[in-house]
């Protein structure tokens, strides 16, 4: 009985530490509770109501995305996480991208140079081209088409490059464990900004080939040389900026964003620095989870 009452009381004792140190866990569980940031300039707009709007209007971005951020702390979320099934399928959006990008660029450039001198696509001695196409296009080399030659050399000549590059960019953007990775459509203001200058890069190439050479079939054949040339450059550019956008998560604007608001809170804590609302945004910023601007 004296055995039993003992491990009776031993076994409430220990009940009741477990109880009590599961308590004092939670208590400061609940102390370690983070606010939010649009909480904490809602305090400080009691006092300064003009400056304070000025921020949330300023920087919307930053100050929902450090909600968002501190949400997932605060409820012990882990970011979402990416299947390998949807990086395959983004990496065949981007080898689509790639191909369809190079074809348009190769169509409008031999659109020009078909009507600077045909005899570069259509003459069976003078390059591969003319024989190419009357063994395995002869409805193309009996049109005598300038629009037909460029849209099958446009795209002969192109899509195997255009395939490589995009795939190999698709890799680069998608590889590694990061929630929030660029897609294909991230890359299009870019990559058709240098697809545009490479063509304007060609056309200038070849004007001025023209200007010292008076041979129109040389002019052509300088423009198509650069034009792969500048291609291969054109690829390992996006190919950077692509992981680029891998390294820095956050969009460019959000990264503007939380710069311009870090130097207005600096500004803001030297005009008022033992203001407690603004020591609290200050102490927010130091133990931000977006250091230096760019998200953890």
Same mark, same amino acid.
Request: hydrophobic share 40%.
């Given at each position: 009985?004296?055995?039993?009452?003992?491990?009776?009381?031993?076994?409430?004792?220990?009940?009741?530490?477990?109880?009590?140190?599961?308590? &004092? !866990? $939670?208590?400061?569980?609940?102390?370690?509770?983070?606010?939010?940031? #649009?909480?904490?300039?809602?305090? +400080? %707009?009691?006092?300064?109501?003009? *400056? *304070?709007?000025?921020?949330?209007?300023?920087?919307? +971005?930053?100050?929902?995305? #450090?909600?968002?951020? *501190?949400?997932?702390?605060?409820? &012990?979320?882990?970011?979402?996480?990416?299947?390998? &099934?949807?990086?395959?399928?983004?990496?065949?959006?981007?080898?689509?991208?790639?191909?369809?990008?190079?074809?348009?660029?190769?169509?409008? @450039?031999?659109?020009?140079?078909?009507?600077?001198?045909?005899?570069?696509?259509?003459?069976?001695?003078?390059?591969?081209?003319?024989?190419?196409? /009357?063994? @395995?296009?002869?409805?193309?080399?009996?049109?005598? #088409?300038?629009?037909?030659?460029?849209?099958? !050399?446009?795209?002969? %000549?192109? !899509?195997?490059?255009?395939?490589?590059?995009?795939?190999?960019?698709?890799?680069?953007?998608?590889?590694?464990?990061?929630? /929030?990775?660029?897609?294909?459509?991230?890359?299009?203001?870019?990559?058709? /900004?240098?697809?545009?200058?490479?063509?304007? %890069?060609? $056309?200038?190439?070849?004007?001025?080939?023209?200007?010292?050479?008076?041979?129109?079939?040389?002019?052509? $054949?300088?423009?198509?040389?650069?034009?792969?040339?500048?291609?291969?450059?054109?690829?390992?550019?996006?190919?950077?900026?692509? @992981? @680029?956008?891998?390294?820095?998560? $956050?969009?460019?604007?959000?990264?503007?964003?939380?710069?311009?608001?870090?130097?207005?809170?600096?500004?803001?804590?030297?005009? /008022?620095?033992?203001?407690?609302?603004?020591? %609290?945004?200050?102490?927010?910023?130091?133990?931000?989870?977006?250091?230096?601007?760019?998200?953890?």
């Amino acid at each position: 009985m004296n055995k039993f009452l003992a491990f009776t009381f031993r076994l409430v004792t220990i009940g009741c530490l477990c109880f009590f140190t599961s308590s &004092g !866990w $939670a208590d400061e569980g609940g102390e370690n509770h983070q606010p939010l940031l #649009s909480e904490l300039l809602d305090k +400080a %707009a009691c006092n300064h109501p003009k *400056i *304070i709007q000025k921020i949330k209007n300023e920087y919307p +971005a930053f100050i929902e995305y #450090s909600d968002q951020q *501190i949400q997932l702390i605060n409820s &012990g979320a882990q970011q979402p996480q990416i299947s390998l &099934g949807e990086d395959l399928l983004e990496v065949a959006k981007f080898t689509g991208m790639g191909t369809l990008a190079a074809v348009l660029y190769g169509i409008t @450039h031999d659109l020009i140079t078909t009507h600077i001198d045909f005899r570069y696509f259509s003459d069976l001695f003078m390059t591969h081209h003319g024989r190419y196409t /009357k063994r @395995h296009y002869p409805f193309v080399y009996r049109s005598e #088409s300038k629009i037909l030659y460029a849209l099958l !050399w446009g795209t002969i %000549a192109t !899509w195997r490059l255009g395939a490589i590059m995009g795939g190999t960019t698709g890799v680069v953007a998608r590889a590694g464990p990061s929630h /929030k990775k660029p897609g294909w459509h991230d890359l299009m203001p870019t990559l058709s /900004k240098l697809m545009l200058g490479s063509l304007i %890069a060609s $056309a200038s190439y070849g004007f001025i080939t023209y200007i010292g050479s008076s041979d129109t079939f040389i002019t052509v $054949a300088n423009m198509h040389g650069f034009s792969y040339v500048s291609g291969v450059f054109v690829g390992i550019a996006i190919m950077a900026y692509a @992981h @680029h956008l891998y390294s820095n998560e $956050a969009l460019p604007s959000l990264r503007t964003e939380c710069i311009g608001f870090t130097k207005t809170l600096t500004k803001l804590f030297k005009d /008022k620095p033992n203001d407690p609302e603004i020591q %609290a945004l200050i102490l927010f910023r130091l133990n931000s989870p977006i250091k230096n601007c760019e998200p953890g």
